[in-house]
């Protein structure tokens, strides 16, 4: 038990494992990572949050390679001036957003980009037709992948709402990398830059660039697959969530206080 003990605490049982099957222990073969931008002002408000900057990387879970990009920058309506904070927080100028579009164009320009996706590459998103267990070799499971439940949870959900959008279906479960890490590591990192140098890597580009953030949470992800971490689904808003997704989802106390019966 001594030998165990120690083993675990010096971290060899992480790298043995790792040596052997922790690439191949991956359920999704490519992961979709999205860090949104949004408007914001320093002091507080009640304003709702619109998406400035819409940028998606495709990563490839096998080689830890980006295989493809999706940028756009995004016409804020209800707020259309960007606040002095918000160039500052996120280097986004009030030309980069006027020469964007709005974000029903934007919504069904990635809706294309993930169609190519799925006719070039095979991507394949899990859901109740055909779950993670049934996918045939040829098929490329995927989801998406976002720090923290923010972007997708609340940001985009959200704004969706208000301005009667339809929401991409596909953009309705994905796994928060941060909980994830947060559980696999047993520590609480500082934001995304953080949680990088936790680990001896260095954030590349800048910090607040959506773009640059989705890649380096992408690297960031690629990391704790190496490292012996099994992603899976924390967050769903299916109303019914079929019990044959189970695989894909991390079970615990989050997903079932969330009322899925899986
Ligand atoms: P991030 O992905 O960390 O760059 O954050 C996404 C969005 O959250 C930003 O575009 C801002 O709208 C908001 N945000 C992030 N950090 C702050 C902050 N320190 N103060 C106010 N808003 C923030
Ligand atoms: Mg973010
Ligand atoms: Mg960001």
């Given amino acids: 038990f001594l030998s165990f003990y120690l083993e675990r605490k010096l971290g060899l049982l992480r790298k043995r494992s790792q040596s052997t099957s922790a690439l191949k222990k991956s359920i999704f073969s490519y992961l979709i990572v999205i860090d949104f931008e949004s408007t914001c002002w320093r002091e507080k408000n009640n304003y709702g949050q619109e998406i ?38 996120t280097g986004i100028t009030q030309a980069q957003v006027e020469a964007g579009v709005p974000l029903q164009i934007c919504l069904s320009r990635f809706n294309r980009w993930v169609q190519n996706l799925q006719l070039e590459k095979g991507v394949m998103f899990p859901n109740k037709q055909q779950p993670c ?3 045939s070799p040829s098929k490329k499971l995927c989801t998406f992948l976002t720090w923290s439940d923010w972007d997708l949870g609340v940001c985009l959900q959200y704004e969706c709402k208000r301005k009667q959008l339809h929401k991409p279906d596909v953009l309705n479960s994905w796994i928060d990398l941060r909980s994830t890490y947060r559980l696999f590591y047993g520590r609480k990192p500082k934001g995304l830059n953080g949680a990088l140098q936790d680990l001896g890597i260095l954030f590349s580009g800048r910090e607040h660039s959506g773009l640059d953030d989705a890649r380096n949470t992408a690297r960031l992800a690629a990391r704790m697959m190496r490292d012996g971490c099994v992603l899976k689904i924390t967050r769903s808003l299916e109303r019914f969530c ?7 989802f991390r079970r615990g106390k989050k ?7 899986i």
């Fill in 52 to 89: 400035i900057e819409f940028p998606a990387v495709l990563l490839n879970t096998s080689s830890g390679e980006v295989e493809s990009e999706f940028h756009t920058y995004v016409q804020p309506q209800e707020h259309p001036f960007l606040s002095e904070f918000c160039t500052e927080l």
């Fill in 133 to 135: 267990s049934a996918s």
């Fill in 242 to 248: 079929n019990y044959r997704l189970r695989d894909c």
């Fill in 255 to 261: 997903i079932l206080m969330g009322g899925l019966n």
